[in-house]
């Protein structure tokens, strides 16, 4: 995730939104979402629309970087990872809609992608290859094709020669920085391990995700909150970057919790997703609307979305965390009726405000994932 120089610093919204219901984390009852029964699933439908309508190329088979699409930098650089996430969001589209035109334009994505990267998934990020396997398997269980199944196998073969001694172990981030070990390189792996060991039932495979588990809970997660640093060593002198703090580093210590409970049964596990979603009270979330942060254009566009995904894999583990819920529904509501374009789909980076005239595929992938988890609480009520 090529990311350092263009993430804006995160700041909490401070914008109180008018007409926004209280949020119940100690701001009253939920907010309101509508009556139909498929309110979310219909405005999940509209901005998929928009995502393929806005942003796909169908020459390349591949998605714009930004609509409208200006000049070159519709095609470049190449955000590899953004690309991964779109390979999770038509995944999201087709589970829930069974919809065959999401199979088609999968297809379309993995030919595209290829084509764009010399033939291979293979590159010299480990976060981004980790993102890209999670999403090929991802889409291996929804479709039931082998390719996708191969993509995640050999990514995941490539990503374990991240692992070296610097640091105390873990994952490096980039193949030409193998003693900067940072939450993108190895939070994502320890899901990536967990979900491999479910297809494989390999030992090497469940003994990968522990032993990465072990390392990112002891060096990059702050044992009396809960709360996810986001590295160490970057500038080469051992510190960790406590002064980062990122939703996406959130989510994706949440989700390798939830991971390892479901397959061990371990109660520290589920434990530590929980207290981490608690702490984003304290070091995320507007404590006058409940919103989280913008954390920018770029990159940062797409760490809410890596957040929101993985609060609703705990909330599918557990649905007592009601505050959980109403957090991602008062998100939702803010994005729909504050965030969004007056005429398209089309979202800004901040959920509570109008979006920019050019819109980020990054932006825009993380609206349909907030979308996405909106539809699957609504369908589960």
């Not at 609060?311 to 504050?338: C, F, H, V």
Request: contains cysteine.
């Amino acid at each position: 995730m090529k990311r350092r120089s263009t993430i804006l610093t995160a700041a909490l919204a401070v914008l109180i939104i008018v007409g926004l219901a209280a949020w119940r984390w100690g701001f009253g009852g939920a907010a309101e979402t509508g009556s139909a029964a498929s309110v979310w699933s219909e405005r999940a439908d509209l901005t998929q629309q928009e995502l393929t309508k806005s942003f796909w190329d169908e020459k390349r088979g591949l998605f714009n970087n930004a609509a409208p699409c200006i000049a070159q930098l519709c095609t470049d650089p190449f955000n590899y990872w953004w690309m991964a996430h779109a390979v999770d969001v038509l995944t999201d589209g087709y589970e829930r809609t069974g919809d065959m035109q999401y199979v088609t334009q999968l297809d379309k994505l993995y030919q595209g992608l290829l084509d764009r990267n010399a033939g291979v998934f293979i590159n010299d990020y480990y976060d981004d290859m980790e993102w890209m396997a999670l999403a090929w398997l991802h889409a291996f269980d929804a479709t039931g094709d082998d390719r996708y199944q191969q993509a995640a196998m050999t990514l995941w073969q490539e990503i374990q020669t991240g692992w070296n001694d610097a640091m105390g172990g873990g994952i490096a981030w980039r193949k030409e920085q193998l003693d900067y070990k940072n939450t993108p390189a190895n939070a994502p792996a320890i899901i990536l391990a967990a979900r491999v060991y479910t297809h494989t039932k390999a030992d090497a495979d469940l003994a990968w995700a522990k032993k990465l588990y072990d390392w990112e809970k002891s060096n990059l997660v702050d044992p009396d909150t809960g709360l996810v640093w986001d590295g160490i060593n970057r500038q080469g002198d051992g510190a960790v970057d406590k002064d980062w703090k990122f939703t996406y580093g959130q989510g994706v210590f949440i989700g390798a919790g939830v991971e390892l409970y479901q397959i061990t049964k371990e109660q520290r596990y589920l434990d530590d997703a929980r207290k981490t979603a608690a702490n984003l009270k304290q070091d995320f979330l507007s404590p006058a609307t409940g919103m989280l942060p913008s954390e920018g254009e770029g990159d940062g566009g797409l760490f809410k979305g890596v957040l929101v995904r993985y609060i609703g894999e705990l909330l599918k583990l557990d649905p007592s965390q009601t505050e959980l819920r109403e957090m991602l529904l008062t998100n939702a509501d803010s994005l729909w009726n504050y965030g969004k374009d007056k005429d398209k789909a089309l979202f800004s980076n901040s959920w509570a405000q109008t979006p920019d005239a050019v819109v980020q595929l990054s932006t825009e992938l993380s609206a349909v994932m907030l979308l996405e988890q909106a539809a699957r609480i609504e369908k589960q009520e």
